[in-house]
């Protein structure tokens, strides 16, 4: 005769050993580690490398580069993009301020180093050559100049020419290609003004 007294009756399950307790807690730990706090802690360090080395944001709580950026605004600030390659003229920069480097300022690059730079007649020259600013809605009033670029540096204007605190009124006048930060990409806030920065 075959032994049953092993078997339960059809239809109860067997009673779960401890093992088989342990055993299936320690997979749903694995899993829960696995499939979620992992990816979570990776996701958290790539964004604090993003905004620290790569993509970042700042805000602009002025008009000096009013219409480019309005204000008050959020922008989308790519640090890797002056890291990697050399600013250029026309670029629109965030840096540390020359005459106290604990602000960042964003303005945009107009003189390169060994440029001299002058303004007169409502428009900018440089090396006596009138630059062509399609950005700018106004013409830029006073006669400023002529500044020589050191080597390694940078001249810079805002925008909103006539309301903007740059180069030609700060006690040191350039900014070293070490200050700069970063470019200014996009306008990211508020959506109403979402726009490439050109």
Do not use: C
């Not at 620290?52 to 640090?79: E, K």
């Not at 740059?166 to 070293?176: E, I, L, M, N, T």
Request: net charge positive; no cysteine.
């Amino acid at each position: 005769m075959s032994d049953y007294s092993g078997l339960k009756p059809t239809g109860v399950p067997a009673e779960p050993s401890a093992r088989s307790v342990g055993g299936r807690r320690t997979a749903w730990l694995q899993s829960l580690f696995v499939n979620y706090l992992i990816p979570i802690a990776i996701g958290v360090a790539a964004a604090k490398g993003i905004t620290t080395w790569g993509i970042g944001q700042a805000r602009v709580p002025s008009g000096s580069m009013y219409p480019t950026i309005p204000y008050p605004s959020r922008i989308l600030v790519d640090h890797l993009a002056t890291e990697l390659a050399a600013p250029y003229r026309g670029e629109v920069v965030l840096f540390h301020w020359p005459d106290d480097p604990s602000q960042i300022f964003v303005k945009r690059i107009i003189g390169m180093p060994g440029d001299v730079v002058s303004i007169h007649d409502g428009h900018v020259y440089i090396n006596g050559k009138r630059l062509a600013e399609p950005y700018l809605h106004t013409t830029t009033d006073g006669t400023y100049g002529p500044y020589k670029v050191p080597p390694g540096h940078y001249f810079m204007l805002g925008d909103n020419r006539n309301d903007s605190l740059d180069s030609r009124f700060w006690k040191h006048p350039f900014v070293a290609r070490s200050a700069i930060v970063g470019r200014a990409d996009l306008v990211v806030w508020p959506l109403r003004d979402l726009s490439v920065i050109r």
